[in-house]
């Protein structure tokens, strides 16, 4: 079952970044995201909501703010042309 994995993830041409289970890294990643949640949770219906929210509609000041740019949009802008995919997304905020 590994190798099957592993050769898709080579024939996609991507590549495995291991991590250490459990490290600070990881888990402040973790409750981060929970923290955020539990304040705002109460204007969501469910988690898949916030996390729809979250990636595909609410500007991150850490990309590119000028065209208040997403998470989502920022993964597409940042994919090899020949893997490019357009990936149904809310409208941009700004064009």
Excluded: C
């Amino acid at each position: 079952m590994e190798q099957v994995y592993l050769r898709g993830v080579d024939a996609a041409g991507s590549g495995i970044v291991f991590i250490r289970r459990f490290s600070r890294e990881t888990n402040g990643k973790l409750e981060r995201f929970y923290g955020v949640y539990d304040q705002k949770k109460h204007q969501f219906k469910s988690i898949d909501e916030y996390v729809h929210w979250h990636n595909e509609i609410k500007p991150h000041l850490s990309l590119n703010i000028e065209t208040l740019e997403t998470p989502i949009q920022a993964f597409q802008r940042k994919l090899p042309l020949e893997k490019t995919e357009r990936i149904e997304t809310a409208e941009p905020l700004v064009k």
